[in-house]
């Protein structure tokens, strides 16, 4: 194979399973070629991803190493981002009864979603996570594309204990936006005893969910090491959890007037 | 740009967004190179994608056409998958209380979704729909990546209406299993009047929710184009709605001798 024919197969291959670490002699089999034309074609790679900016190409030294791809975006394209999600946020049709906003398009929406996860990735890779933890619904796209993006299991917990769950861990925590009993559960078969979770929803008001998620992964010895929300409601002030991170902050959805206050949490990057 | 620097680019660019459209005029600009240097970078990223078996490179011809990226699965590959999905599924500690099976592991892992979601987008890539719709919970996963990959948007028809979908159109339904009356609803701000829709779903037994959906979407005059569910009962025979491609077929789920009957849908492809 020639030289731009490995490389582009490269590129194919590694940006199609995120943070999969590849051995080299699996292209060295692959590509017929030997190590030290790998090593090069590596080499172009990286650049290659500098220069597109939607990656990095890492090698990782030693007996388990390898190389894997590492998708990224930079802080350029992530506020551009939020501020693109800002103005979406604020079209006036959004505007629900109640100062509620309908977002459902958008958290349903994959190339949304996947520039949101971009973003979690790039905050959380270093976190230490080993699973993704979100509630049902709304959340569960970015959920999932974070952890594709960050090539681990996630965890959806259910509002209700289903047939389908097996056995399964139950708790009734306050909403913190109605201060109302609600109800969680998560099947004993999902959860994974004395490890460390990453949880990612779509929105966060008094955080009374999150906290839920938080108490219920206790039980089970899980250690919560990190929280992204997409949209964070500035009210209340006072969170039921802290270090939550949100890609922005909403303030006052006015009815009436059909405006919304949202802006970019750039602290993000 | 060296033609390595170029095809590698390319290769990662067009692959990171399935299905979509780029004009040649793009890479013209994005690599400061002649069209006849891009068409020839076209042609090896064609070859390349073929080798690797992950995707297609196809031209569209005209004044809106440009190049794009279709995600692909062999035959052979997609049965090697299937395979390995009966055997999952065909694991003893799934085998729950009354005949249930526990999926959800397999249905929040981002790897084994982007699998079943490329034979997915293999199977319906023509059929012209202009959304793909599911019902929550465990269903949106592999929803949402045959959208991505479809390069369509997608819908989320909820259990319970909530506030925060603004006004929805709701039905009641038979579920196929029981016979015990369902809700479902929709926003009325998410459903397309007039357009086709492609249902995806994790599991099927007796059709009811799959039909729920279509009667839904018929109250806003959307056509239902395809219907593909992960996993099908095989009883009952008789579902409540005709058409529907399974990955897997499920039979008996033995509690007592833990064995699950499940084979692959070898028709899909």
Known sequence: MKRSQRVGAFMEIISNSPNKIFALNYFCDLFGAAKSSISEDIAAAREIAAFTGLGMVETIPGASGGVRY??????????????????MLREESRVLGGGFLYTSDIMFDPVIVKEMAQIFARKFRQCGADYIVTIETKGIPLALKTAEFLNLPSVVVRREAKISEGATMSINYLSGSSERMQKMSISKRAALSGSRALIIDDFMRGGGSVKGISDILSEFDTQVVGIGVAIANIAPEKKKIAD??????????????????VFPNSQIF
Chains 1, 2 share one sequence.
């Open 244 to 261: 939550y991170i949100p890609l922005v902050y909403l303030g006052n959805v006015d009815e009436e007037s059909r405006t919304v206050e």
């Open 70 to 87: 590492v998708p990224f975006i930079s802080k350029e394209k992530g506020l551009q981002f939020q501020d693109k999600l800002c103005r």
